[in-house]
């Protein structure tokens, strides 16, 4: 268990929908950081935040937003789904943005 | 843009034996670190080993250790005395030491473990 949770571990929507991701870091972890892990893409870096602030974007869609709180959890907001969003999408945190990074368990979407 | 290659999309070894998994990565950069995270069937990324690349000494953990040639861009795995719980995918990333914090990984290489 790395100490990393995320809810929910699974989630079937359908196309058209808007979904929240959420995860909470492992305590004391000031940095989150969102992938998402699809068949053909594999795993693609989508979005950091640190102690609240955005720090960095990687290949992150407009219809996808992310925030962080200010208890340090952080939220990843997928609308207008597509087939194609279906993935499994992990967060990750670390203490600071220099260590290793610790994986959640994941949610596990499905657009039908 | 830094790249990670892992050539071996497939390997399998008998338990008790001793495997090698092979990673290549590009980049201009001379600080930077490695990874190599192991996902099971349960999905979960999981840390293996960590490579500091201003270290010369190769890491290790445990029955797990790296072969990390820094002039030949090369990261490969060891892993030693093989057990089934080490059947998974193992991806390698790559991390700067600057700038953006992300990890980039590569596709991955599934490890089939024989009994």
């Known amino acids: 268990d790395s100490g990393v949770t995320q809810t929910p571990k699974h989630l079937i929507t359908a196309t058209g929908q808007r979904v929240t991701l959420r995860c909470s870091p492992r305590?004391?972890?000031?940095?989150v950081y969102w992938y998402q892990q699809s068949l053909d893409q594999g795993l693609q870096f989508l979005i950091q935040?640190?102690?609240?602030?955005?720090?960095a974007k990687g290949n992150i869609l407009e219809r996808f937003s992310a925030q962080q709180f200010p208890d340090l959890h952080s939220e990843l907001n997928l609308s207008s789904l597509e087939l194609g969003d279906s993935a499994l999408y992990f967060c990750?945190?670390?203490?600071?943005?220099?260590?290793?990074?610790?994986f959640g368990p994941g949610t596990r979407l499905l657009v039908l | 843009a830094q790249t990670v290659t892992q050539s071996q999309p497939e390997m399998s070894v008998q338990e008790a034996e001793t495997v090698t998994l092979s990673c290549t990565y590009d980049?201009?950069?001379?600080?930077?670190?490695l990874f190599w995270y192991k996902q099971p069937p349960s999905r979960q990324m999981i840390l293996v080993i960590r490579?500091?690349?201003?270290?010369?000494q190769n890491a290790t953990e445990n029955r797990f250790s790296v072969n990390f040639q820094k002039a030949a861009k090369s990261f490969s795995l060891k892993i030693s005395d093989s057990q089934l719980g080490d059947a998974a995918m193992y991806f390698c990333?790559?991390?700067?030491?600057?700038?953006?914090?992300?990890?980039?990984f590569g596709k991955g290489t599934k490890l089939t473990v024989n009994p």
């Open positions: 990750a945190s670390s203490r600071l943005v220099s260590e290793t990074q610790y």
């Open positions: 305590s004391g972890d000031l940095s």
């Open positions: 935040y640190y102690n609240g602030e955005e720090r």
């Open positions: 980049t201009s950069e001379s600080d930077y670190y």
């Open positions: 490579q500091e690349a201003y270290k010369q």
């Open positions: 990333a790559y991390r700067s030491g600057g700038g953006s914090e992300k990890l980039v």
